[in-house]
T-cell receptor, first 109, second 113 residues
Framework: KNEVEQSPQNLTAQEGEFITINCSYSVGISALHWLQQHPGGGIVSLFMLSSGKKKHGRLIATINIQEKHSSLHITASHPRDSAVYICAVPVRATNKLIFGTGTLLAVQP | NAGVTQTPKFRVLKTGQSMTLLCAQDMNHEYMYWYRQDPGMGLRLIHYSVGEGTTAKGEVPDGYNVSRLKKQNFLLGLESAAPSQTSVYFC????????????FGAGTRLSVL
C-alpha cells in the first residue's frame, strides 16, 4: 500500500464544473503539498498547508490532519486547468517528500 | 529570476553511453534533489544534497552518481546508461526545512535505446 494515495487517477470534466481531487496518507505529517504538472512541462507548487483551508484564485485546498486526508478543489474549471495534480507529504524529521502518483485532469470546453 | 534550470531538456542515448544532467538554481537554496518520474509511479528520489560538497542516496540511487561542487549546481551522472533509465528527470531545490516548498526544474526527458 502506498503511503500517499490519490483519487481519482483520471478525471474528465466539462468546463465550468466543480472539481475535487483527494489525497489520503498513512504517515504522520506536519504539512502537505499540492503540485501541478502541465503536459510536457515542469512542476509547480500550488499549496503547502498544515491545517484548515487555503485559497488561491479558483483553487482551494483543505486538510484534515486527524483523518489524514486532503482535498484540492477547482471552482469554475477551465480547459487551462488540465494538468496532473500531485500531492506530497514530507517524511518526518527529514527534508524528503513522498509523492502520490498524481491525478490526470482533463477539462473539456 | 530563472529559478531552477535543467539542461538538456531532451536526450537520446544508446545503451552503455554516459551523460551528465546539469541542474542550476539561483535562489541560494541549501538543499537540492534529483527525481525520476515514470508512468504510473510518483516522483522517486534518486539522490539529494543538503549542502555544497555533500550528497546522499535517495530511494532509487543505483546506476546514478551525483556531485555538488558548487552550491548552485547539482549534477546527475549516468556512467553506463540502461533502457531502465529511460525516464523524465526532475531537479528541485529548497531551503533546509521539511515544510519548505521545493522548486522544480522543467525536467529532462531521457530515452535510452
Amino acid at each position: 500500500k502506498n503511503e500517499v494515495e490519490q483519487s481519482p487517477q483520471n478525471l474528465t470534466a466539462q468546463e465550468g464544473e466543480f472539481i475535487t481531487i483527494n489525497c489520503s496518507y498513512s504517515v504522520g505529517i506536519s504539512a502537505l503539498h499540492w503540485l501541478q504538472q502541465h503536459p510536457g512541462g515542469g512542476i509547480v507548487s500550488l499549496f503547502m498547508l498544515s491545517s484548515g483551508k487555503k485559497k488561491h484564485g479558483r483553487l482551494i485546498a483543505t486538510i484534515n490532519i486527524q483523518e489524514k486526508h486532503s482535498s484540492l478543489h477547482i471552482t469554475a474549471s477551465h480547459p487551462r486547468d488540465s494538468a496532473v495534480y500531485i500531492c506530497a507529504v514530507p517524511v518526518r524529521a527529514t527534508n524528503k517528500l513522498i509523492f502520490g502518483t498524481g491525478t490526470l485532469l482533463a477539462v473539456q470546453p | 529570476n530563472a529559478g531552477v534550470t535543467q539542461t538538456p531538456k531532451f536526450r537520446v542515448l544508446k545503451t552503455g553511453q554516459s551523460m551528465t544532467l546539469l541542474c542550476a538554481q539561483d535562489m541560494n537554496h541549501e538543499y537540492m534533489y534529483w527525481y525520476r518520474q515514470d508512468p504510473g509511479m510518483g516522483l522517486r528520489l534518486i539522490h539529494y544534497s543538503v549542502g555544497e560538497g555533500t550528497t546522499a542516496k535517495g530511494e532509487v540511487p543505483d546506476g546514478y552518481n551525483v556531485s555538488r561542487l558548487k552550491k548552485q549546481n547539482f549534477l546527475l551522472g549516468l556512467e553506463s546508461a540502461a533502457p531502465s533509465q529511460t525516464s523524465v528527470y526532475f531537479c528541485a531545490s529548497s531551503y533546509p526545512r521539511a515544510r519548505n516548498i521545493q522548486y522544480f526544474g522543467a525536467g529532462t526527458r531521457l530515452s535510452v535505446l
